[in-house]
């Protein structure tokens, strides 16, 4: 542990003012993908709401299908090299659909196909991403790159949802692409300014060669270590829960507390603003009281307070909202920030790529799982009672936590010969 917060790491370090730059541009465009595709279904192809649901659920369908494999290709090659490629695909794809709609080609099967190969893209861009920011950051650097990287996503995907909509209605639905195709430019300009160059991957003696050895072996990776083993079982309970809420609360807020389509949207960026908040104070907590007790702290003690969502009611009672959904966003993204930092000091550095793949496989495979229950509970015990029991999850699925090593311990161990208890041994 560092004895005390460096800062200033956006004005001493080039290369990482670069990637921000361009994290957070490509951010603010997935945000504004997320609105802008569902309304070219709708207004321009006039989709079907199974067609619409197939559209959402292509872009995590490839993390199901290659995220075990793209793991392993991203822990054999240089990482900025796959991030440019994944860049420079999303540019093509997303410019591709009003290129598409003038020549009159547009349907939704090539909106399916673009959302799937984008989707692709994505998996490829964030498995190298993650593995990546070890190579350019010193690790007493890390905390604080990845409370800046989080923090300002949370910021550019508020920004994304409120300017998809503005964007679409001032340029229509399908010129609007436009628009996101542009961060992809602005986030390609700025990867391939950065000047740092990764060395060339070397392989370590008995390591499996094949594409199966090596994704077993990422998988082994989280089966065997407590560590990594805990935070994945906990990643996939919690986006269950996350997704079960997620999933119902426009329509519990429409037909449920009785609010107009604005007032939706407005209470909606309100709580996601507490992924800012969470992410400013993830390193100063983490320092003061350890990271494993802050992790609790802000993965069970915060979003407790979610359990305020299901009571919402009109007038004032939107404050219970409020005040629920911002402690969730700020729990949950201040927690992501101590656990990737912990993950990139802890999991050796040719296995980061493979246990990024492995844990997203684990927690993103649940999140269309959390949404169909949310729906199916909303519909069998009403939407009221859907929200209590989904909020509900969200910090019960934290008592993975609470029994795992972690309760036992004031920081999360930096490497992988630590070990916070004497009598504890972590095995691969």
Same mark, same amino acid.
């Given at each position: 542990?560092?004895?005390?917060?460096?800062?200033?790491?956006?004005?001493?370090?080039?290369?990482?003012?670069?990637?921000?730059?361009?994290?957070?541009?490509?951010?603010?465009?997935?945000?504004?993908?997320?609105?802008?595709?569902?309304?070219?279904?709708?207004?321009?192809?006039?989709?079907?709401?199974?067609?619409? +649901?197939?559209?959402?659920?292509?872009?995590?369908?490839?993390?199901?299908?290659?995220?075990?494999?793209?793991?392993?290709?991203?822990?054999?090659?240089?990482?900025?090299?796959?991030?440019?490629?994944?860049?420079?695909?999303?540019?093509?794809?997303?410019?591709?659909?009003?290129?598409?709609?003038?020549?009159?080609?547009?349907?939704?099967?090539?909106?399916?196909?673009? &959302?799937?190969? &984008?989707?692709?893209?994505?998996?490829?861009?964030?498995?190298?991403?993650?593995?990546?920011?070890?190579?350019?950051?010193?690790?007493?650097?890390?905390?604080?790159?990845?409370?800046?990287?989080? !923090?300002?996503?949370?910021?550019?995907?508020?920004?994304?949802?409120?300017?998809?909509?503005?964007?679409?209605?001032?340029? +229509?639905?399908?010129?609007?692409?436009?628009?996101?195709?542009?961060?992809?430019?602005?986030?390609?300009?700025?990867?391939?300014?950065?000047?740092?160059?990764?060395?060339?991957?070397?392989?370590?003696?008995?390591?499996?060669?094949?594409?199966? +050895?090596?994704?077993?072996?990422?998988?082994?990776?989280?089966?065997?270590?407590?560590?990594?083993?805990?935070?994945?079982?906990?990643?996939?309970?919690?986006?269950?829960?996350?997704?079960?809420?997620?999933?119902?609360?426009?329509?519990?807020?429409?037909?449920?507390?009785?609010?107009?389509?604005?007032?939706?949207?407005?209470?909606?960026?309100?709580?996601?603003?507490?992924?800012?908040?969470?992410?400013?104070?993830?390193?100063?907590?983490?320092?003061?009281?350890?990271?494993?007790?802050?992790?609790?702290?802000?993965?069970?003690?915060?979003?407790?307070?979610?359990?305020?969502?299901?009571?919402?009611?009109? !007038?004032?009672?939107?404050?219970?909202?409020?005040?629920? +959904?911002?402690?969730?966003?700020?729990?949950?993204?201040? !927690?992501?920030?101590?656990?990737?930092?912990?993950?990139?000091?802890?999991?050796?550095?040719?296995?980061?790529?493979?246990?990024?793949?492995?844990?997203?496989?684990?927690?993103?495979?649940?999140?269309?799982?959390?949404?169909?229950?949310?729906?199916?509970?909303?519909?069998?015990?009403?939407?009221?009672?859907?929200?209590?029991?989904?909020?509900?999850?969200?910090?019960?699925?934290?008592?993975?936590?609470?029994?795992?090593?972690?309760?036992?311990?004031?920081?999360?161990?930096?490497?992988?010969?630590?070990?916070?208890?004497?009598?504890?041994?972590?095995?691969?």
């Amino acid at each position: 542990m560092s004895h005390g917060i460096r800062g200033g790491l956006l004005r001493r370090h080039r290369d990482f003012r670069l990637l921000w730059c361009g994290e957070t541009t490509g951010k603010f465009g997935a945000s504004v993908t997320g609105v802008a595709m569902p309304l070219v279904a709708v207004s321009t192809l006039h989709a079907s709401t199974f067609e619409v +649901g197939l559209l959402s659920a292509a872009a995590w369908v490839p993390w199901l299908i290659i995220g075990l494999p793209v793991g392993v290709w991203v822990d054999r090659l240089r990482r900025r090299p796959i991030m440019l490629a994944a860049a420079a695909v999303s540019l093509v794809l997303f410019a591709a659909v009003p290129v598409a709609a003038w020549s009159g080609r547009l349907g939704i099967g090539l909106l399916l196909a673009v &959302a799937l190969l &984008a989707g692709t893209a994505t998996v490829f861009f964030q498995t190298a991403y993650t593995a990546y920011l070890p190579t350019l950051l010193d690790p007493d650097d890390q905390p604080e790159g990845n409370a800046k990287l989080h !923090g300002s996503a949370s910021a550019a995907q508020i920004a994304g949802l409120g300017s998809g909509g503005l964007i679409a209605q001032l340029a +229509g639905a399908v010129n609007g692409m436009f628009a996101n195709a542009a961060t992809f430019l602005v986030s390609l300009l700025c990867l391939a300014g950065i000047r740092h160059r990764e060395p060339r991957v070397t392989r370590t003696q008995n390591r499996p060669t094949s594409l199966v +050895g090596e994704v077993h072996e990422g998988l082994r990776l989280i089966a065997y270590d407590p560590w990594f083993r805990t935070f994945a079982l906990f990643g996939a309970a919690s986006n269950l829960a996350l997704m079960g809420y997620q999933s119902i609360q426009v329509v519990f807020l429409v037909r449920s507390v009785g609010l107009a389509p604005g007032a939706v949207g407005a209470l909606i960026a309100a709580t996601s603003a507490g992924g800012v908040a969470g992410a400013f104070a993830a390193r100063r907590v983490a320092h003061r009281i350890g990271t494993a007790r802050a992790t609790l702290l802000f993965e069970l003690g915060l979003p407790s307070l979610g359990l305020l969502i299901s009571l919402t009611t009109g !007038g004032a009672g939107i404050l219970l909202f409020v005040t629920g +959904g911002f402690s969730v966003c700020a729990g949950v993204v201040a !927690g992501n920030i101590i656990k990737a930092s912990f993950q990139q000091r802890y999991c050796p550095p040719d296995l980061l790529g493979r246990l990024t793949a492995s844990s997203a496989f684990l927690s993103y495979g649940a999140i269309p799982v959390g949404a169909l229950l949310g729906g199916l509970l909303g519909t069998a015990v009403g939407l009221r009672t859907a929200m209590a029991i989904a909020t509900a999850g969200v910090p019960l699925a934290a008592l993975i936590l609470l029994f795992s090593p972690i309760r036992r311990s004031r920081d999360l161990p930096t490497s992988r010969r630590t070990r916070s208890n004497p009598e504890e041994v972590v095995k691969l």
